[in-house]
């Protein structure tokens, strides 16, 4: 079945240090990539989506990007702030008609001041 | 749009009792979806409804779990004979339409606990 794999368990950064994050995924339909953050407390929210179409995704001065040949998505961030701290989720639209979404195991960020 | 709401957030039961949990997904949303969230295992799809009807229920545990959507506007998780390895967050989430890329909406999820 559709698998994506998250490696990075944690990740210890300062404010406006460079962030990247990796996953790669297993799926035999063509991928959508999700990246989701969670925070303490809350369910996690979508922060952005990567499509074979659009190839890459912006939002919050979040990008992501994937790469086909080595069936891996990147999440970055020139400058992190100390406010972007939280988990971040990998994960792949799965299921016929992608409704089933299979996340990664998670990267804590840490950002300190 | 108060978003999916959760009841209770939290919730601690005896080894053997029932628990029941609640979902009002966003109104509109004709897709409804439950996950199983813990340290060991991550997030785990449970099952999915569309329409009120029960497409896919293939991370269900078999055995004393059973979801139901009887109208659109609120879903039940129940576990029967709770067990200590059922403590965990219980994620509920909707979409519009359930579809690829569709984004999908989280609650803030029922902690379970099983003493």
């Known amino acids: 079945g559709d698998s994506v794999t998250q490696k990075q368990g944690q990740v210890t950064l300062s404010e406006d240090d460079f962030l990247f994050i990796n996953c790669t995924y297993s799926?035999?339909?063509?991928?959508?990539l999700l990246w989701y953050v969670q925070y303490p407390g809350q369910g996690p929210q979508l922060l952005l989506k990567?499509?074979?179409?659009?190839n890459k995704g912006i939002s919050r001065g979040f990008e992501a990007t994937y790469d086909k040949g080595t069936t891996s998505f990147h999440l970055q961030k020139a400058s992190v702030q100390e406010s972007d701290s939280a988990v971040y989720f990998c994960?792949?639209?799965?299921?016929?008609?992608?409704?089933?979404?299979?996340f990664g195991s998670g990267t804590r960020l840490l950002v300190s001041p | 749009n108060a978003g999916v709401i959760q009841t209770p957030r939290h919730k601690v039961t005896g080894k053997g009792q029932e628990a029941t949990l609640w979902c009002e997904p966003i109104?509109?949303?004709?897709?409804v979806f439950w996950y199983r969230q813990t340290i060991v295992q991550g997030l785990e799809f449970l099952t999915y409804?569309?329409?009120?009807?029960?497409?896919?229920d293939s991370g269900m545990p078999k055995e004393r779990f059973s979801a139901q959507m009887p109208n659109q506007s609120h879903s039940t998780l129940k576990i029967q004979s709770t067990q200590p390895q059922d403590s965990a967050v219980y994620l509920c989430?909707?979409?519009?339409?359930?579809?690829?890329?569709?984004?999908?909406?989280f609650g803030k999820g029922t902690r379970l606990t099983v003493v």
């Open positions: 990567v499509t074979t179409a659009n």
């Open positions: 989430a909707s979409s519009l339409e359930g579809g690829r890329g569709t984004e999908v909406f």
């Open positions: 994960a792949l639209g799965s299921g016929t008609g992608g409704y089933k979404v299979v």
């Open positions: 409804f569309r329409n009120q009807a029960p497409i896919d």
């Open positions: 109104s509109g949303h004709s897709a």
């Open positions: 799926t035999t339909t063509y991928p959508t």
